[in-house]
């Protein structure tokens, strides 16, 4: 339930409607927006008192929020969230795109593809330190001492960095280095983990879970902004589904789904979501017609050596390639459209 108050209501009226809120057995949030302000009954609660606040002083209205998600809604907060990383904004006006290996292997390596994505147009830089590797046998990732190399190739270049965090654990010590921290795609849900960085004052760039419906996907996010962390991006990397050919399915209408039911930005990932390095220029098109915020790539400056995910992943002369080709027409010619009879 969402109580939207009159222009003119008195912070009196207002703090009156957070008390009943509360008393009623909800979690009452304010909303402050440019032109209103809403205080939004979350959890659960004795509905009918809320709805009795129609007639105290200062509402304007009572509506329901029918999603089950509620501070991610755009119902509750119609305007978007822009998300801010150093100079970067997510769900701005700009395409943002986040560009690096899938693995810190060494500094060598990150600091040569830092300096190669960012000359081609990246505005921030990812790396994993700590990676969830489907066997225990394959690379784990560097770990602090990859943190120590994105920290220090954030200093080098100016980019932003973002690294993955998989435990509560490491959550201080990332936040030490990383202005930005992506829940993988397996903990997406991992409550203890998104409790836990709904508490920091970082950005937190959560992936889609490969088998998680849009409605899950909101919900994890739900529990960082009810937790008190609004820094969210979103990002879709691609589900599971009966296809083989491809790693997995990118589902790109879940993009301009999500952009029509949360306020939140949304980015797409098409190395994760495709698998396919040969997939990954037409399918950021195709992610940002369909509404993405920006894009997360993988770039290796030799992918055939590369200690995880190489055939999703760029060399620097393909990445370059496909900043540019970002920025064609759809098609070389106008696109053909059939002609009634
Ligand atoms: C990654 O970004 O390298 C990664 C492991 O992604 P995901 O969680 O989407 O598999
Ligand atoms: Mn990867």
Not at 225 to 248: A, D, P
Not at 270 to 286: D, E, K
Request: charged share 20%; aromatic share 4%.
């Amino acid at each position: 339930m969402v109580v939207t108050m009159l222009d003119e209501a008195t912070e009196e009226q207002v703090q009156h409607i957070i008390d009943r809120v509360n008393e009623a057995g909800y979690q009452a949030r304010v909303i402050r927006g440019t032109e209103r302000t809403i205080v939004a009954a979350v959890g659960s609660g004795r509905r009918h008192e809320i709805d009795a606040l129609r007639v105290a002083p200062g509402v304007d209205n009572v509506v329901p929020i029918a999603q089950p998600f509620k501070l991610v809604s755009r119902q509750l907060i119609p305007e978007r969230t822009v998300v801010k990383v150093g100079n970067v904004q997510f769900g701005g006006p700009d395409i943002v795109v986040i560009a690096g290996p899938c693995s810190i292997e060494s500094y060598e390596q990150l600091h040569s593809t830092a300096i190669a994505v960012k000359r081609a147009g990246a505005v921030m830089l990812r790396g994993g330190a700590y990676k969830p590797r489907t066997s225990p046998y394959d690379f784990q990732g560097l770990g602090r001492e990859a943190l120590e190399m994105l920290a220090e190739v954030r200093r080098a270049t100016g980019l932003p960095v973002v690294t993955e965090v998989m435990s509560t654990e490491d959550v201080d010590l990332i936040c030490e280095y990383a202005d930005m921290l992506q829940v993988g795609a397996r903990n997406m849900q991992n409550f203890a983990l998104l409790r836990r960085l709904a508490q920091v004052h970082k950005p937190v760039m959560l992936k889609r879970g490969p088998s998680c419906t849009v409605k899950e996907w909101l919900l994890a996010a739900e529990y960082l902004l009810t937790g008190g962390n609004q820094q969210v991006v979103l990002c879709e990397r691609g589900i599971k589904t009966f296809e083989t050919e491809m790693r997995n399915t990118i589902d790109l209408a879940a993009i301009a789904l999500v952009k029509q039911l949360s306020h939140l930005p949304v980015i797409a990932d098409p190395s994760h979501g495709t698998g396919r390095s040969n997939l990954i220029a037409p399918v950021s098109r195709a992610a940002i017609a369909a509404g993405a915020d920006g894009l997360m790539i993988e770039v290796h400056p030799c992918p055939e050596r590369a200690l995880s995910d190489g055939a999703q992943s760029l060399d620097f002369d393909a990445f370059a390639r496909m900043m540019k080709a970002l920025n064609a027409p759809l098609r070389s010619v106008p696109v053909p459209l059939g002609v009634p009879a």
